[in-house]
């Protein structure tokens, strides 16, 4: 087999010697995108031609994201009504293709899951023809999910980085907007693959900030990147860009708008080492970056980390709190507990005190959020004197640098106060201590109830508004017949 050494410069780091021993030779396939529904079947059948034009000198075959619908839709009757013509014959092709070239194969289409739920899915085809894999997209943009009806429910929960070993060879993958989110790199650096697998339908950035994007996931994942896409037209500055890219950042080729095939010869064994500091020898840029990582300074992640208030289960229950036998002796100690115990939400009062710090308890909030940051929602009722324009910009400042604007929701029944929170940060959820008509006028998404009844929580449903109220822990799924959505409990145990 074939070696050559290829010599390269990174930004000024170290010459790096890379002996390419098992070469694997790699097409990607960048089809026309259709820009009106009328277009799709020939965009498609293009791809299948493509797809015949394979041949046994290719050892992995890449198409992109929406492989099964390559152009616009208008409506969701429009696309199932692709999906239902083509996704299939497609899944075949691409099958066939694989088994008669002895090739690796991707393709992203659509899966139909249990349930008649649908999914955006990378399939995996090794060299016999058989699907050996399925990469669920994890960040499913808002137009797949509320226009085109796909489950997400998969994302809604921690999991580790999916990958899959073909022939010795490991594979990770991200899927179009998967890329935006730098935070997926770290994790799937951890699983050391050797390609990372690129499906995308990226239709509105430039050419050049794509090719940072993919160079960026290449170096810091350690692996070679393998992309596809779709063009937007021989002329077009932005899209398009399939292209194969070395551990290096090196852009080993690159479409940009052309429409066709791309063929490059990569050995995925061979990783590229980097100077790891003073008196280390040479790593990967992954693993030199392992010896000084700080999770502790950066956004709130992983497996602890619960749904936002916008996208958490309507009917929760909130320990009041937290754990009622630890409240008087530990206040942080009696929310960790009930945190441990699942509960949905934690309720904090919480004041100002004399010096001006913001309390819960005898403790600040700001200790309270250095524990628990987006660990739960917090339920949290501003009370006594003091919540002025000032105390309010130091409260929802402690918000923002513990990020935890989407797992928060304040409740009062001063109108002034939530006003002066719906100017400074309207995505914030508020909650009136009041009537469904004063919450809607004040442009509060919840209401607090004292005294609810079924009349009274069909007409805060009525008005769009979630109906807080408090009652103990044998009561609650009374309270939640009525119609109550979070129940306030303030005997949690």
């Known amino acids: 087999m074939k070696r050559f050494l290829l010599v390269c410069v990174l930004s000024g780091l170290m010459t790096a010697a890379i002996s390419y021993a098992n070469d694997m030779r790699v097409r990607v396939i960048q089809p026309p995108y259709a820009p009106e529904v009328s277009g799709i079947p020939s965009s498609f059948d293009w791809m299948l031609d493509q797809?015949?034009?394979?041949?046994?000198?290719?050892?992995?075959?890449?198409?992109?994201?929406?492989?099964?619908?390559?152009?616009?839709?208008?409506?969701?009757?429009?696309?199932l009504d692709a999906v239902e013509a083509d996704n299939s014959r497609l899944l075949a092709a691409c099958a066939a293709t694989a088994a008669r070239c002895d090739a690796v194969l991707f393709v992203n289409a659509i899966d139909h899951v249990e349930g008649g739920l649908i999914r955006n899915t990378t399939f995996a085809f090794d060299r016999?023809?058989?699907c050996v894999g399925k990469y669920y997209k994890r960040h499913v943009t808002a137009g797949e999910r509320d226009d085109l009806g796909f489950d997400v429910s998969y994302a809604r929960e921690w999991s580790e980085p999916y990958t899959i070993v073909i022939d010795g060879i490991?594979?990770?993958?991200?899927?179009?907007?998967?890329?935006?989110f730098y935070e997926m790199i770290?994790?799937?650096?951890?699983?050391?693959?050797?390609?990372?697998?690129?499906?995308?339908?990226?239709?509105?950035d430039k050419h050049h900030a794509l090719e940072f994007i993919n160079q960026f996931c290449a170096y810091n994942t350690g692996a070679y990147l393998v992309r596809a896409s779709v063009s937007m037209g021989k002329d077009a500055t932005v899209g398009g860009s399939s292209m194969v890219v070395a551990p290096t950042g090196i852009i080993l080729g690159n479409m940009k708008s052309r429409v066709g095939s791309l063929d490059?010869?990569?050995?995925?064994?061979?990783?590229?080492?980097?100077?790891?500091?003073?008196?280390?020898?040479?790593?990967?840029?992954?693993?030199?970056?392992?010896?000084?990582?700080?999770?502790?300074?950066?956004?709130?992640?992983?497996?602890?980390?619960?749904?936002?208030?916008?996208?958490?289960?309507?009917?929760?229950?909130?320990?009041?709190?937290?754990?009622?036998?630890?409240?008087?002796?530990?206040?942080?100690?009696?929310?960790?507990?009930?945190?441990?115990?699942?509960?949905?939400?934690?309720?904090?009062?919480l004041r100002i005190a004399p010096d001006g710090t913001i309390t819960y308890r005898d403790c600040s909030f700001e200790k309270v959020l250095r524990k628990f940051s987006c660990h739960t929602i917090m339920a949290a009722r501003l009370v006594g004197e003091g919540w002025d324009e000032d105390s309010i910009d130091r409260l929802l400042h402690l918000v923002s640098v513990f990020d935890v604007k989407d797992h928060i929701y304040f409740i009062s029944s001063d109108?002034?106060?939530?006003?002066l929170i719906k100017v400074a940060a309207p995505r914030i959820p508020l909650c009136l201590d009041g009537d469904a008509e004063e919450a809607a006028e004040a442009g509060c998404?919840?209401?607090?109830?004292?005294?609810?009844?079924?009349?009274?929580?069909?007409?805060?449903?009525?008005?769009?508004?979630?109906?807080?109220?408090?009652?103990?822990?044998?009561?609650?799924?009374?309270?939640?017949?009525?119609?109550?959505?979070?129940?306030?409990?303030?005997?949690f145990k």
């Open 415 to 419: 109108k002034d106060v939530l006003s």
């Open 264 to 349: 490059v010869t990569i050995d995925p064994t061979v990783k590229y080492l980097k100077p790891a500091g003073f008196g280390n020898p040479p790593a990967t840029h992954p693993s030199y970056m392992e010896i000084g990582r700080r999770p502790w300074l950066y956004r709130p992640g992983g497996s602890a980390i619960v749904l936002p208030v916008a996208e958490a289960p309507t009917k929760r229950i909130c320990a009041d709190g937290g754990l009622r036998s630890l409240r008087g002796r530990n206040p942080l100690a009696a929310i960790g507990a009930a945190v441990a115990l699942d509960a949905d939400e934690i309720g904090l009062e």
């Open 51 to 79: 797809l015949d034009r394979c041949d046994a000198s290719l050892d992995l075959i890449v198409l992109p994201e929406f492989s099964d619908v390559p152009g616009r839709t208008w409506t969701r009757k429009e696309y």
């Open 128 to 130: 016999s023809g058989k």
């Open 445 to 491: 998404s919840m209401l607090y109830l004292d005294d609810p009844d079924a009349a009274l929580t069909a007409a805060a449903h009525d008005a769009g508004l979630h109906c807080v109220a408090a009652g103990k822990r044998r009561n609650a799924a009374r309270l939640q017949a009525l119609g109550v959505d979070t129940v306030i409990i303030k005997d």
């Open 170 to 180: 490991k594979y990770a993958f991200e899927t179009c907007y998967d890329f935006y």
């Open 186 to 204: 770290g994790p799937i650096a951890l699983q050391q693959p050797d390609i990372v697998i690129g499906c995308s339908l990226q239709r509105s």
